[in-house]
């Protein structure tokens, strides 16, 4: 079947594909902007628990899902968005509470541009770690933005391949 064979009701089902990750990126991004800026154990722990309540979700999702591309690009653009809203939330909150990590204060969205900054490698130079701390958390973030694209990527093809495989589909390049 071509891809302009495929019944109408096949191409409604990657509308939701789409708007998932996008209302994800969406909710993250209003929680981010949201988060306190005080030093609160009890929020500490619901952001963490909310990391694991999404990473336990996308597996459940992933495992369950008829459509395994779809769900797995979905995966992926949620994985990324909460990747990222990781990291601005650690630099913003090291710039608030540790005022010289940075050459200059971070607000929430200077955070954002900072991490997308180091995530692409593009480095401006106009935000610079100063402090131990910041640069270690810089450092992380680098190497952990190689694991991200290279075995994220990878797991996500190898469980594809497997779910197709269970449902009996044979894997076209």
Not at 131 to 155: E, H, K, N, Y
Request: glycine content about 6%.
């Amino acid at each position: 079947m071509t891809r302009t064979d495929e019944p109408a009701s096949d191409n409604r089902r990657v509308w939701p594909a789409l708007l998932r990750p996008l209302g994800a990126m969406i909710v993250l991004l209003a929680g981010y902007f949201a988060l306190p800026s005080e030093p609160s154990p009890g929020a500490l722990v619901i952001g963490c628990l909310a990391v694991v309540a999404v990473c336990t979700w996308e597996v459940r999702h992933f495992i369950r899902s008829t459509r395994p591309v779809e769900t797995a690009i979905e995966m992926l653009a949620a994985g990324f968005s909460l990747y990222l809203i990781v990291f601005s939330a650690s630099y913003f909150l090291m710039s608030v509470h540790s005022p010289g990590a940075f050459a200059e204060p971070l607000t929430r969205v200077d955070a954002i541009y900072y991490c997308l900054t180091v995530f692409t490698t593009t480095g401006f130079g106009d935000i610079v770690p100063i402090t131990q701390g910041a640069r270690i958390v810089t450092s992380l973030q680098m190497a952990s933005s190689l694991i991200l694209l290279g075995l994220g990527v990878r797991f996500v093809t190898v469980m594809v391949k497997e779910r197709l495989a269970e449902r009996g589909h044979e894997h076209r390049a």
